[in-house]
């Protein structure tokens, strides 16, 4: 039996510490989950029975124990803040070690592309649902035409059961929503790559019978743009809530211009809206173009339900997500991606992921079933 490989996942937190579980119990990973939170550590642990993993106190600031904590590595994977990814990344870089992340920042996924110039390794950001799986869709639906016209990219995680004014409940990391709620966003509009200001350009659209309003948030399309720049007239994203919505997080950030101040959002939010499992993701992807001389359109969509994970139940978005940075470790670790420099997520063959144990939980049949 081979060795198993030693992974380092930074960030203990709603995320980080699924991922530490679905490796770990696989048994072709030896885990190691470091937070600089000790409480944030023995909290994944209480809940995950007999730890199938090895827990790490680290401050990711002190460079000399990151250093420490990456020896001898196959791969780090971060789920921590966004704004912790370049620091990882170089140290990653430097001493030959791969490294994924779920960073939804454009500004640290193109500091992330520059590091990966010359690399021995292989760096690959946004490995989480938007950006990351939505990537996939994306390209190979783009894929079946001959010509492309439009690409729209919507995404949400959502309450199962809303019951406050703004329809919704944290089920992720707070600073990224907060940023994806305010940085600038990338689309291509009439066929030039340009940005939109987030939290505008709302829509309403009903799936299954639910309305629904989506408008611009940053960092969902990754590297798309880029890649459909000149192939495309229109491409988006957008973020799917509950109608109301934007219209309290435009009082809040604009209005009340906490946009300049996050940490007192930050402190409001988690002190007011409630964390929740019960939740639901939803996938809609749309692509229009021509095939055989003839416009047509198809549509990717799926809705993913909170469900038991390891004798505990998770969320949507801790699923999806955590299964997503699980199933793009393993593809690199079969050899399915690139072995070096910066990785795309639209390199990534669809079929290959919904076939990779991880993965498979964006398949209709998992989806269906819950």
């Given at each position: 039996m081979p060795p198993k490989k030693s992974i380092l996942v930074v960030g203990a937190g709603k995320i980080g510490a699924v991922v530490a579980d679905l490796l770990a119990a696989c048994g072709d990973y030896a885990v190691t989950l470091a937070d600089r939170d000790a409480a944030a550590l023995e909290s994944g642990a209480a809940f995950a029975g007999e730890r199938l993993y090895h827990a790490l106190t680290l401050d990711v600031a002190d460079e000399a124990a990151l250093g420490r904590a990456l020896a001898g590595r196959y791969a780090v994977l971060s789920a921590a803040p966004f704004h912790l990814t370049q620091r990882i990344a170089a140290l990653a870089r430097r001493q030959g070690v791969h490294y994924l992340d779920l960073t939804e920042d454009v500004a640290s996924t193109r500091a992330i592309r520059e590091l990966a110039q010359g690399a021995e390794t292989a760096l690959i950001p946004q490995c989480g649902l938007a950006p990351g799986f939505i990537s996939i869709v994306a390209s190979d639906l783009a894929s079946r035409f001959?010509?492309?016209?439009?690409?729209?990219?919507?995404?949400?995680?959502?309450?199962?059961?809303?019951?406050?004014?703004?329809?919704?409940?944290?089920?992720?990391?707070?600073?990224?929503?907060?940023?994806?709620?305010?940085?600038?966003?990338?689309a291509i509009v009439d066929g030039r790559r340009t940005e939109v200001p987030a939290l505008e350009e709302r829509e309403e659209f009903s799936l299954d019978g639910v309305l629904y309003e989506a408008f611009n948030t940053s960092g969902g399309l990754g590297t798309l743009c880029e890649t459909l720049e000149g192939r495309v007239r229109t491409l988006?994203?957008?973020?799917?809530?509950?109608?109301?919505?934007?219209?309290?997080?435009?009082?809040?950030?604009?209005?009340?211009?906490?946009?300049?101040?996050?940490?007192?959002?930050?402190?409001?939010?988690?002190?007011?809206?409630?964390?929740?499992?019960?939740?639901?993701?939803?996938?809609?992807?749309?692509?229009?173009?021509?095939?055989?001389?003839?416009?047509?359109?198809e549509t990717y969509a799926r809705k993913i339900y909170s469900a038991m994970v390891g004798g505990r139940m998770r969320s949507a978005i801790q699923i999806t997500t955590a299964s997503s940075l699980a199933a793009m470790l393993d593809l690199l670790a079969q050899g399915q991606l690139p072995q070096r420099g910066f990785v795309r997520q639209e390199e990534v063959d669809l079929a290959a992921f919904l076939g990779n144990r991880f993965g498979a939980v964006y398949a209709p049949a998992a989806a269906a079933s819950h």
């Open positions: 001959d010509r492309l016209d439009s690409v729209r990219l919507r995404v949400g995680a959502l309450p199962a059961y809303p019951s406050n004014a703004l329809n919704y409940n944290l089920t992720w990391s707070t600073d990224g929503v907060i940023n994806e709620y305010i940085e600038p966003c990338e988006n994203y957008r973020t799917i809530r509950y109608p109301g919505h934007a219209a309290i997080m435009k009082a809040l950030l604009n209005d009340l211009r906490l946009r300049d101040r996050r940490d007192v959002l930050k402190d409001i939010l988690e002190n007011a809206v409630p964390t929740t499992t019960q939740d639901v993701v939803i996938v809609f992807v749309t692509v229009a173009g021509w095939r055989e001389g003839r416009l047509v359109q």
